[in-house]
């Protein structure tokens, strides 16, 4: 029940565009999905395999094939941002169409560590792929996760997982309605990347805690409150039934 394919790993085998590629490395199973590397003879892909397996006796094949739409959709529309990794076609296995998969150009590099030293540059780079991100009219909305910047082997950030990110929707009215949505959930990206600078590279914060206090959201101090103790207590679970 805690994992996104239940008993089964991802596949050992699976063709984008195409081509075959075999799987490397499992990165993750956890609730929501199961993330592996994939090589293939000219490239290497990371493929993210959504939640389809039931919770009891509720269905959860949709909402994986929603989850992986979205985050499809999000990557194309970050085509071309430099910083962020290119998505790549549609997954397949043995033939057929995997709708709650979602794939990516695979980038050699590590998840940003607590206490990593980072170049001067890294922070600026960081936030001119957020920018860019912000100016495509999306919030990213989970960069608190220090594992969604990647660190690659030039010791230059990337941008990835953008599964729960947020986009202004089609339509004017709709768009015009939700501008306030998107400029809190952006607000709430910047906080958090200045949250890892102020950690990292205190020396170009100048006015430190300060900042941050200027861009904390109200709602963040509530999502403590609540959800980080949930958040600690479900952990907890996991490891003691060795699941994670």
């Known amino acids: 029940m805690f994992r996104a394919l239940g008993r089964d790993?991802?596949?050992?085998?699976?063709?984008?565009d195409g081509e075959r590629f075999?799987?490397?490395?499992?990165?993750?199973?956890d609730s929501w999905a199961a993330t592996a590397i994939y090589a293939a003879a000219t490239r290497r892909a990371v493929c993210k395999f959504n939640r389809e397996s039931?919770?009891?006796i509720l269905p959860m094949r949709w909402l994986g094939r929603w989850l992986a739409a979205r985050e499809r959709g999000f990557m194309a529309r970050l085509r071309g941002v430099e910083g962020v990794?290119?998505?790549?076609?549609?997954v397949r296995v043995g033939g057929?169409?995997?709708p709650a998969a979602a794939a990516r150009t695979f980038v050699p590099g590590h998840a940003l560590g607590h206490d990593?030293?980072?170049?001067?540059?890294?922070f600026p780079r960081l936030a001119g792929i957020l920018a860019a991100v912000h100016a495509r009219g999306m919030a990213h909305v989970d960069l608190h996760k220090r594992e969604n910047i990647l660190v690659?082997?030039?010791?230059?950030?990337?941008l990835i997982d953008f599964q729960i990110s947020w986009a202004l929707p089609a339509g004017r009215l709709a768009a015009a309605c939700g501008r306030p949505l998107l400029a809190l959930l952006q607000r709430c990206d910047d906080y958090h990347l200045l949250k890892?600078?102020?950690?990292?590279?205190p020396d170009q914060v100048p006015a430190g805690e300060a900042e941050l206090d200027r861009l904390r959201p109200g709602w963040i101090r509530l999502h403590r409150l609540l959800a980080m103790p949930f958040r600690t207590l479900r952990r907890g679970l996991l490891a003691a039934l060795r699941i994670r």
């Not at 075999?22 to 199973?29: A, D, F, G, Q, S």
């Not at 990794?85 to 549609?90: D, E, S, V, Y």
């Not at 690659?152 to 990337?158: F, H, V």
């Open 9 to 16: 790993d991802p596949p050992a085998e699976i063709a984008i």
């Open 22 to 29: 075999v799987r490397e490395e499992i990165l993750k199973h």
């Open 54 to 56: 039931p919770v009891g």
């Open 85 to 90: 990794p290119a998505g790549l076609g549609t």
């Open 96 to 98: 057929r169409a995997v």
């Open 116 to 122: 990593e030293r980072v170049g001067d540059d890294f």
């Open 152 to 158: 690659d082997e030039a010791g230059r950030p990337l």
């Open 196 to 201: 890892h600078r102020l950690r990292l590279r």
